[in-house]
């Protein structure tokens, strides 16, 4: 309800609205909008009242909750659900425990995780306030093989985003997205499904939007957008990606269409034309990437001067 009357709030910022058009849009009592607004007000939220002529918002604070992230949102249908919590362990186990019970495209996100994860169970490191840690409940009508490909969509969408806002990223195939080098942003999709047919799918995606200090295991390695000299909002940068993802998605689950993500994939790659690290546990091996074919594999020439297709992997530069 709260998110609800702060859209409402945000959608007549130049005005004062009143507590009786608000308790009729939702169908509540004046007194209940009252306690609302006054929990929003604890919140943060920069609003005015006044007796007779209602509430104004003058300012929201830096929090991805629901009514912010909703505000003006240009999709059909993903992000019309979002669940806020200042704290989780990871949002992508929240998101896959209550996947049966949500609509297509529900999202989840928080102010920080306490057991983020990467792949095969690696740490995500997830500052309090510092970055963007979600996951979208998808529900696609397509064969649980072609799953894997959403997690290039999710990386395209990125990019794309990123460049929208004028910064400068690039995509290591196949899960990282990288600024000056380093690594921004990391993407963990993750499936629910039987043999033939998806229950859902969860995608994950953590970016660092303003961490100044990392921890130092990961600190040689890790950046964030505020750090490489972009100040840019996190809810503009989640907003745009949750808007450039769809698109994405929706060419590929119904029309079948990955032409643009592929163009978006091959012509922001970090790796393309260059010589690689493969990395398979404690063994690595130099091989030349020469494509990211149709399907969004990676196509390299192998040490032998083979040529060889990867479905997934971990590379390094
Ligand atoms: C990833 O895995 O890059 C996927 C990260 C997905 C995180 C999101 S946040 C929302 C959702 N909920 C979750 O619990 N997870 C998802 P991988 O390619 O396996 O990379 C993991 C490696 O990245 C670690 O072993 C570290 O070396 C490095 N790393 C950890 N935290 C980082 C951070 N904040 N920024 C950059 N690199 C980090």
């Not at 398979?280 to 192998?302: A, H, M, P, Q, T």
Request: with cysteine; charged share 30%; proline share 2%.
């Amino acid at each position: 309800m709260r998110s609800e009357i702060i859209k409402i709030l945000l959608e007549n910022k130049d005005e004062f609205v009143s507590g009786e058009h608000i308790s009729e849009r939702l169908g509540i009592s004046r007194s209940a909008v009252s306690k609302h607004i006054k929990n929003i007000k604890n919140q943060g939220y920069d609003i005015e009242s006044i007796t007779k002529k209602g509430h104004k918002i003058f300012g929201c604070p830096d929090l991805l909750s629901g009514g912010i992230i909703k505000h003006d949102l240009n999709t059909d249908f993903i992000g019309k659900e979002v669940i806020h919590f200042d704290t989780i362990g990871s949002t992508n186990d929240y998101a896959k425990e209550i996947a049966g019970d949500s609509i297509d495209g529900t999202i989840v996100v928080s102010e920080e995780q306490t057991k983020g994860r990467g792949r095969r169970g690696k740490e995500w490191h997830s500052i309090k306030g510092d970055g963007i840690w979600l996951s979208i409940i998808l529900k696609p009508d397509i064969y649980p093989h072609k799953a894997p490909f959403i997690t290039q969509i999710a990386g395209a969408s990125i990019v794309k985003s990123l460049r929208n806002l004028g910064i400068d990223a690039s995509i290591k195939w196949p899960n990282d997205i990288i600024v000056n080098n380093k690594k921004v942003s990391g993407i963990l999709t993750e499936l629910g499904a039987e043999i033939d047919q998806i229950n859902y799918i969860v995608l994950g995606i953590g970016m660092n939007v303003k961490t100044m200090n990392f921890p130092e295991e990961i600190n040689s390695i890790a950046t964030s957008i505020f750090k490489e000299g972009y100040d840019v909002k996190r809810i503009d940068i989640l907003k745009n990606i949750l808007e450039e993802f769809e698109k994405l998605y929706l060419d590929y689950t119904e029309r079948n269409d990955k032409s643009s993500c592929i163009k978006i994939c091959k012509e922001s790659s970090a790796i393309l034309g260059k010589k690689i690290y493969i990395i398979n546990g404690d063994k690595k091996r130099k091989v030349k990437c020469i494509d990211i074919n149709e399907e969004g594999n990676l196509v390299i020439i192998n040490e032998d001067n083979d040529i060889e297709e990867l479905i997934s992997g971990e590379v390094s530069i």
